[in-house]
């Protein structure tokens, strides 16, 4: 099978890992699982091209490419985080949201890094700068995809 079909099977597969994480009412543990899936992600996707992994190489570019979301993502998705306090509804409506935010973060991650190894790129020459438009773009797309998938195509506003 050639390695950008066996990618994305890899990127879908660990896309739904996050979303699954991402229903878990324990902030602290889900945020710890979705990076660490998001770290496996990249750790198979560098297998699969044959480019050496390292933890210390990707996690400061996974926190800096979450970082150019931009201010209002990451607000909003703090903002879920609070409304788990409301009574009854509260979990629900942060759970089906972060969900979605990880699904779409973790796409986006698999998505950005197939493309740069595809391109003979590796951790050491990863700049998360040049990718920041790609990246918000394909975030969007991951969020479609889960969204689509998960509710029969309604999009939250993230």
């Known amino acids: 099978m050639a390695k950008p079909v066996l990618a994305q099977a890899i990127v879908r597969r660990n896309m739904w ?3 699954g994480v991402g229903l878990l009412p324990l902030p602290l543990v889900e945020t ?69 935010f990880a699904a779409g973060i973790t796409y986006a991650v698999g998505r950005i890094f197939t493309t740069h190894f595809e391109q003979g790129g590796t951790l050491r020459d990863f700049d998360p700068e040049k990718v920041r438009a790609c990246f918000q773009a394909e975030f969007g797309k991951g969020v479609q995809k889960a969204s689509s998938a998960m509710t029969g195509g309604a999009v939250p506003a993230l």
Not at 56 to 68: C, E, Q, Y
Not at 79 to 93: L, T
């Open 17 to 19: 890992w996050s979303a």
């Open 32 to 100: 710890a699982a979705i990076t660490a899936i998001q770290l496996k992600l990249i750790r198979e996707l560098a297998d699969l091209y044959g480019v050496p992994f390292r933890d210390d190489l990707a996690k400061p570019v996974v926190a800096s490419l979450i970082g150019g979301l931009g201010s209002v993502a990451l607000g909003k998705i703090a903002g879920y985080g609070v409304a788990r306090a409301i009574p009854v509804i509260g979990v629900p409506i942060a759970a089906g949201s972060i969900s979605l």
